[in-house]
């Protein structure tokens, strides 16, 4: 589950001192429909990864609780994304848990996941395949050097 900061930009373009802290399995699809239901164009400026859906909603909470004084209406503060940004990492500091992904970058390992991606694992065992073929072909020049040489 996510909890994403979505950041309004302006007619113009220019982002606003506008954000919204909301909770969705999947992003892409919330700003889509935020998208419609406002005249400004809107993007996820950030996104955070927990391991369960009451995980990311109790740092929703919290992340209100902490833009409380911020707000404008329901998920809506006057604040900049990176102001949002720092009001979630309290609330994850605060209830002592774990960002399990932010922005797309894998940050911890998530439970029962694996410790690579599938595609890591192969460029992982690739390397060390090479690395041992290279080594194996060192050795094998080392034992057939001739002692006169």
Not at 30 to 37: S, V, Y
Not at 119 to 144: G, I, V
Request: net charge positive.
């Amino acid at each position: 589950m996510n909890v994403y900061i979505i950041r309004l930009r302006g007619i113009t373009g220019r982002p606003l001192k506008l954000v919204k802290v909301g909770l969705a399995n999947d992003v892409a699809h919330r700003l889509a429909q935020i998208c419609t239901a406002t005249p400004f164009s809107a993007d996820a400026a950030h996104t955070f990864r927990f391991a369960s859906r009451t995980l990311a909603q109790r740092v929703e909470r919290e992340t209100h609780a902490i833009l409380a004084d911020h707000r404008l209406n329901g998920e809506w503060f006057r604040v900049t994304p990176a102001e949002a940004v720092r009001a979630v990492e309290r609330a994850v500091t605060s209830l002592d848990c774990t960002i399990h992904v932010r922005d797309g970058v894998r940050l911890t390992r998530a439970p029962n996941a694996p410790l690579l991606s599938p595609a890591e694992r192969d460029a992982f065992l690739s390397r060390m395949r090479d690395q041992n073929e290279r080594e194996s072909e060192t050795q094998h020049k080392a034992q057939h050097i001739p002692a006169n040489a």
